[in-house]
């Protein structure tokens, strides 16, 4: 049984989707650390997948991947790099995953031949979730996905409201995030999407106690009076969430607002005052970088939707922060990229080229050409998952004159199969949660580079990927000059590739931007960072360069 001392927020959204739940989540987690609280999240998903591990990026964004191997909601990204909480795969569960636990159950006979229902065999599954994920915390974050309103949502809502009757008002407080949105033809915002968001809340039997106004202004007194009063909540639980100028300056912003004290006094919590002094400083380092800017090419194929690659934008941002420069970042259509003839043209401006994991052939030939043109050309190179297979295939095509190298997941008759399928993974049918997945140790070769970028020689990164260089043309590919300076501990996977005769060049098959946090840079994007910094005192800058700061 869990100890009642457990706090729970439980965070809902109205209106529309993307309206910055997770971050708003994320950053009362912050806060209640900043006041010496322990705190865990807990991200509810109302759709039916099993995890979002089959899902395009484009529909769902970035696969988060933890420790533990769970493929996960982006937001869980966001709850750990802005707290110490370290997520597993029970910090997120999906509607298809609880319904597949209650079929099994019942299966099984669990439930002495009682008519399974939602209530209350689908939401005290749900709530025994949240409560063993809660346990031995001083505040549990619970994050509803979607949007009230949802049909999806209605077992997780009730479940909440469950959860709140048994738990009491003092160990409950509900947080609503919603769209004040400002209408350019009237002149004005307009407060009564929130009055429906709040009344549709209201008819699931939730009172939001607290509601966080999405603004892209000011938000003025007598606007938050009117909410209250139409919401019954008080004035001062109306909390402005403007917009920001970095998504770190948010906690700074709700604690000017006076969430985190709404919540202590509601909770009953003793908690000293919040030491933002971290995210102060990380706020103007941002907006200040005394030592100038860099820009870095990503070559990627789902450039049109940014959430896909989340978490890498932000590990860029805190390589930037640790070498006190600004990331000028530009998405580089990889599909495009492979009708280019003049690489100079379109890549000969950024100082550093980086080229993200994915899945599939589509645009793999523009990886290989950007690869190619950061290795002939000098300019600093970091290959993640699939960019570091990509690497390899160039290398062996273009250096070690394999005419054809190639992986199998894009042609599986590939004259020289350089990347291919891992033992474990060759007769699997199931594509969900079957590759592999979450934290896997790393033996690093001493001087290396790889070994002077971590300090060390034994590392633990997170994977998620199926596919593998091919151990047969290990040899070939080291005779030819490419280190392979990162080995599993048993030897039989390349974890790590580099060019010891490059200005910086490496490859990586786990995923780093999964362990980087603001306030702890990731060791690789801090030096890839610094790389770039390197090399931009000595190219040549083009007039006109209209990149996107990630400042």
């Not at 190619?372 to 004159?401: D, K, S, T, W």
């Not at 070939?476 to 599993?488: D, F, P, W, Y």
């Amino acid at each position: 049984m869990h100890t009642q001392r457990t706090k729970y927020v439980f965070v809902t959204g109205g209106v529309v989707s993307s309206i910055g739940k997770g971050l708003a989540a994320a950053s009362l987690g912050a806060l209640m650390e900043a006041r010496g609280l322990r705190v865990t999240h807990i991200k509810l998903d109302p759709y039916i997948n099993v995890d979002p591990g089959t899902m395009s990026p484009y529909q769902h964004g970035e696969v988060y991947v933890t420790d533990d191997g769970a493929e996960a909601d982006l937001d869980l990204g966001h709850y750990e790099r802005f707290t110490s909480a370290r997520m597993t795969r029970a910090n997120n569960f999906t509607t298809g995953r609880i319904y597949d636990a209650v079929i099994s159950k019942e299966r099984r006979g669990e439930y002495l031949g009682a008519t399974v229902q939602v209530i209350p065999h689908i939401t005290d599954e749900i709530k025994a979730r949240v409560r063993e994920v809660a346990a031995g915390v001083d505040v549990a974050i619970v994050e509803i996905g979607g949007t009230v309103g949802d049909i999806e949502s209605l077992p997780f809502l009730e479940a909440v409201r469950q959860l709140r009757t048994e738990n009491g008002p003092q160990n409950t407080v509900s947080v609503h995030v919603t769209l004040v949105p400002w209408i350019g033809a009237a002149g004005e915002l307009k407060t009564k999407p929130t009055q429906h968001s709040v009344k549709e809340l209201l008819g699931l039997g939730i009172q939001p106690e607290i509601l966080i106004c999405r603004v892209d202004r000011e938000l003025p007194v007598d606007l938050k009076r009117k909410i209250a009063h139409f919401t019954n909540v008080g004035v001062e639980a109306v909390i402005a969430a403007t917009d920001v100028s970095c998504i770190y300056e948010l906690p700074i912003k709700l604690h000017k607002e006076g969430l985190d004290q709404q919540l202590v006094e509601r909770l009953n919590i003793w908690s000293r005052q919040p030491d933002l002094s971290n995210w102060k400083r990380t706020v103007e380092r941002m907006r200040e970088p005394q030592k100038g800017t860099v820009s870095v090419a990503l070559i990627g194929k789902y450039v049109h939707l940014r959430d896909a690659y989340k978490s890498l934008h932000e590990s860029l941002v805190h390589g930037g922060l640790a070498n006190d420069l600004s990331v000028q970042l530009h998405y580089v259509d990889s599909e495009e990229l492979q009708r280019v003839d003049d690489m100079e043209k379109v890549l000969g401006e950024y100082d550093a080229i980086l080229v993200p994991g994915g899945f599939g052939d589509r645009g793999l030939e523009g990886k290989i050409k950007a690869i190619r043109y950061a290795r002939e050309h000098n300019v600093p190179f970091f290959g993640i998952c699939l960019g570091m297979q990509m690497a390899v295939v160039e290398f062996a095509r273009h250096v070690c004159g394999l005419d054809g190298a190639g992986t199998v997941e894009a042609d599986p008759q590939t004259k020289h199969p350089l990347i291919h399928l891992m033992p474990g993974q060759r007769g699997i049918q199931d594509k969900g949660a079957t590759m592999r997945l979450g934290a896997y140790p790393c033996q690093l070769a001493e001087g290396s580079l790889a070994a002077r970028v971590y300090g060390t020689t034994l590392i633990s990164e997170r994977h998620r990927h199926r596919f593998e260089v091919n151990n047969e043309y290990r040899e070939t590919l080291e005779k030819n000059g490419l280190r392979l300076s990162g080995l599993s501990p048993d030897q039989l996977l390349v974890e790590m590739v580099e060019l010891p005769n490059h200005r910086y060049f490496i490859g990586c098959q786990f995923h780093p931007e999964f362990k980087s946090k603001p306030h702890a840079p990731h060791p690789l994007f801090t030096h890839f960072i610094h790389a770039a910094q390197e090399y931009s005192r000595v190219r040549p800058r083009k007039e006109g360069s209209t990149h996107a700061s990630l400042n």
